[in-house]
């Protein structure tokens, strides 16, 4: 019995493995094409597009691994390739975001609206100079 969990976890970190080394190329390009973008000023529109086109590679084999992992692991081939697109969509929205972010950060500050002309007060009875009295009278 112990034999047996132990060659399951064996297989099954062997199995992780296969997967261990796509994703971290993937993550590595995303990385290099973060700093990429941002040394040739790429506008955050634009970023999702230019990402996918630099890491196509290691985004196909990160795909193709995660599915295979999932069919030797009983899995249908089309969820497999449904849940593997979510995995690599996750990974480029975040990558995505966080450009997004560091783009708004590192932009220069905005010009300040010119401030308007507070209007003056209005007068008032109370507010109105006051006649002194003569005293005595």
Same mark, same amino acid.
């Given at each position: 019995?112990?034999?047996?969990?132990?060659?399951?976890?064996?297989? &099954?970190?062997? &199995?992780?493995?296969?997967?261990?080394?796509?994703?971290?190329?993937?993550?590595?390009?995303?990385?290099?094409?973060?700093?990429?973008?941002?040394?040739?000023? @790429? =506008?955050?529109?634009?970023?999702?597009?230019? &990402?996918?086109?630099?890491?196509? =590679?290691? &985004?196909?084999?990160?795909?193709?691994?995660?599915?295979?992992?999932? @069919?030797?692991? =009983?899995?249908?081939?089309?969820?497999? =390739?449904?849940?593997?697109?979510?995995? @690599?969509?996750?990974?480029?929205?975040?990558?995505?975001?966080?450009?997004?972010?560091?783009?708004? @950060?590192?932009?220069?500050?905005?010009?300040?609206?010119?401030?308007?002309?507070?209007?003056?007060?209005?007068?008032?009875?109370?507010?109105?100079?006051?006649?002194?009295?003569?005293?005595?009278?």
């Amino acid at each position: 019995m112990i034999a047996l969990v132990m060659a399951s976890a064996i297989y &099954l970190t062997g &199995l992780q493995a296969a997967i261990n080394a796509p994703r971290d190329e993937f993550r590595a390009c995303l990385k290099q094409t973060g700093a990429k973008a941002t040394s040739e000023k @790429v =506008g955050a529109d634009a970023y999702e597009a230019y &990402l996918r086109a630099a890491c196509s =590679g290691q &985004l196909s084999a990160l795909r193709n691994a995660l599915i295979g992992f999932s @069919v030797k692991n =009983g899995m249908a081939r089309k969820q497999a =390739g449904s849940d593997a697109d979510m995995t @690599v969509d996750d990974y480029i929205s975040s990558s995505v975001d966080h450009y997004k972010f560091m783009a708004d @950060v590192n932009s220069p500050p905005k010009p300040a609206a010119p401030a308007q002309a507070t209007p003056a007060a209005q007068a008032t009875p109370a507010s109105a100079p006051q006649q002194s009295k003569p005293q005595g009278q």
